[in-house]
């Protein structure tokens, strides 16, 4: 075979170093190791981890690997650092005549991330003898050839290399011939018969030789071939080619049956001897596949297709021979010429097609780039798309190194399809693709985020336990999980709130549960908060203000305050008989605990003695006359009043009323049965108490008219005639009496004129000067009075 048919280039690898990007490729200075041809699969060829200087188990936890460019020869046992072979070595399969048979291979290692490149050398053992193609070899000499003329043989191939290759010729003892070795331009040796002594047909016509190739081995291998000499007549001119070198160019797509080459030789000879054929000379056997020469035009053509990538040039050597035996040969060089036939390759060495967000500068893939074309054809240029957070950098030896140029954030984009592209400098340009889908890996880089910072959640009291209020709800933009929440109760601000009593939250989804019933009047309202955290790692929350308001329901009736119902003897209301129509009585005054509509009160008279004397209004619980009193109306009246709340189902109370009618306050007040029964069952004790109330109220109201009476006299000069004057003749004190058995001197106060001049005195009862508490709840506001000035030119407060 030719040495066109390198399999294994053959270059000079030096030290290098390449670091960037916290990436450091390191191509040592060859690591050169050897291993002898034909060993079994799994044979020993070096302990890496010693011959790299590396720790126990250090090629296990970086990840060692052993890449080469085609068949994977060799397999390293990362455990114990040794590289082994991964198959029988057949040095002539893999490197033909080259010698030495070199294999070169990377070790890839991460953390960090470096390169070691390395040769194999395969030696080659003598498995190989050498072999003529043909056996038997006719060669025809002029019986008048001179001495020492030499005639090339065809040498013998052998499979073997370097000591083990042909060595040596030799020929079977002779008296005509010798065997002379002779070295080639292509630097192999070649046999050549010399002619020792005068050939005489006439004697011997015809001589057979047996030529013995040797080649260099222990023990040494041979091969033979017959050489059968015809002896013929005198032919005194051979044939001569025109040129003894012949040169050509032939595209590596030029297609089958092309004419490459013609030569042409002439014999100045006539009729047999002036005959030429031509054929292949000391031809190999690649040359024989590829070329055909036509034996009477010289003609050579193409029987295959070229490929520059495997052999660039070829070198024929083309003999003529003319009807009388004699020869003469030629050389035809034939160039092949590349074209971009070859796209070019690409080679992963390390690949990983997931990569953590937020992780800058993380290795994706180292890979090598090869184009077999040559020249422009052989130039490369290698980039990815421009819109990608990617970063592909050069490295040695046409490597390539994909890495991420920044962090990358799976919430944006979760995954990426990487296209490598690869292009020559070729025309047409070729281009090879390569894709990559990239997923993004999750890391807990966002917390829980609430649909909405407060909640305001509305409750009804008296609900029941574990009833569910209502929903929080939080979304994580992670996944996995990092992406799943849990939700929990915060402590409250307020110690004194026993949250943990009041609400639950369900963990899993939000949902918040009432523990209890709740009770308006107790607890208005309440807030608390809520976190949410997911399950990475760590944990990442956020929180949420949660206000729960408490709806009042109408679980209260009214309650009445005044007359008070607790009472041990009713409370009686005294109205002359003089009062005239809308004379106020009483006012109940009533209260609700519920709020809202539930608290509106509305007063109606249930029951009268007599019906349509008195009139209850509605809105603010005022008894008053509806019309005026006759003689004929009974003394003693009872009126019950319901008092009703606004709820639904609305709720209710009663109240009895006492009214007694008498002609002035000087009539002496009759108690009704019933409080005559009750305090004659009164304690002793309570009746000497109010008797002495009722001593020391008598005498500080002597006093205090005892000081008007004084007051007046000294003004009664002064006062116009417009004013007042003093009482004539005697006043009667019990008309002013104000004792504590009635209602209206506990609740109200009236402005009161006292005039003189007439025959009897007068009573005016005007409008209360003290607001009564049912005007202050539900109007909001209370009448102002200005202090009373009576006629007598006092005030009375």
Known sequence: MEAGMLCCPRQRQVLFLFMFGGVSLAGSGFGQYSVTEETERGSFVVNLAKDLGLGDQEL?????????????????????????TNEKLDREK???????????????????????????????????????????????????????????????????????GIQSYIINPNPFFHIKISDSDEGMIYPELVLDKALDREKQHELSLTLTALDGGSPPRSGTTTIRIVILDINDNAPQFSQTMYETQAPENSPVGSLIAKVSAGDIDSGVNADISYSFFDASEDIRETFQINPFSGEIVLIVLL????????????????????????????????????????????????????????VLAVFRIKDRDSGENGKMHCYIQDNLPFLLKPSVENFYILMTEGGLDRESQAEYNITITVTDLGTPRLKTQHNITVTVSD???????????????????????????????????DSGANAQVTYSLLPPADPQLPLASLVSINADNGQLFALRSLDYEALQAFEFGVRAADRGSPALSSQ??????????????????????????????????????????????????????NAWLSYQLLKATEPGLFGVWAHNGEVRTARLLSERDAVKHRLVVLVRDNGEPPRSASVTLHVLLVDGFSQPYLPLPEVAAAEARADPLTVYLVVALASVSSLFLFSVLVFVAVRLCRRSRAASSGRCSGPEGHF?????????SGTLSQSYQYEVCLRGGSGTSEFKFLKPIIPNIQAQDSGGHSEENPTFRNSFGFNLE
């Open 544 to 597: 949420a203000r949660v206000r729960v308001l408490v709806l009042d329901d109408n679980d209260n009736a009214p309650f009445v305050l005044y007359p008070p119902q607790n009472g041990s003897a009713p409370c009686t209301e005294l109205v002359p008989r003089a009062a005239e129509a809308g004379y106020l009585v009483t006012k109940v005054v009533a209260v609700d605990g519920d709020s809202g509509q």
């Open 732 to 740: 009667p004190g019990h008309l002013v009496d104000v004792s504590g």
């Open 307 to 362: 490929d520059y990538e495997l052999v660039k040039s070829y070198k024929i050597n083309i003999q003529a021979m003319d009807g009388g035996g004699l020869t003469a040969t030629c050389t035809v060089l034939v160039e092949v010429l590349d074209i971009n036939d070859n796209p070019p390759e690409l080679i992963m060495s390390s690949l990983s097609n997931h990569v953590a967000e937020n992780s800058p500068e993380t």
């Open 60 to 84: 296990v936890s970086r990840g060692a690997r052993v890449v080469s460019d085609n068949k994977q020869h060799l397999l390293l046992d990362p455990h114990s650092g040794d590289l082994l």
């Open 443 to 477: 890391v807990n880089d966002n917390a829980p985020a609430f649909s909405q910072t407060t909640y305001t959640l509305r409750v009804r009291e008296n609900n029941s336990p574990a009833l569910h209020i209502g929903s929080v709800s939080a979304t994580d933009r």
């Open 94 to 164: 893999l490197c033909g005549l080259t010698e030495p048979c070199l294999l070169y291979f990377q070790i890839l290692m991460e953390n960090p991330f470096q390169i070691y490149r390395a040769e194999l050398r395969v030696r080659d053992i003598n498995d190989h003898s050498p072999m003529f193609r043909d056996k038997e070899t006719v060669l025809k000499i002029l019986e008048n050839t001179a001495e020492g003329t030499a005639f090339r043989l065809e040498r013998a191939e052998d499979s073997d290399g370097g000591l083990n």
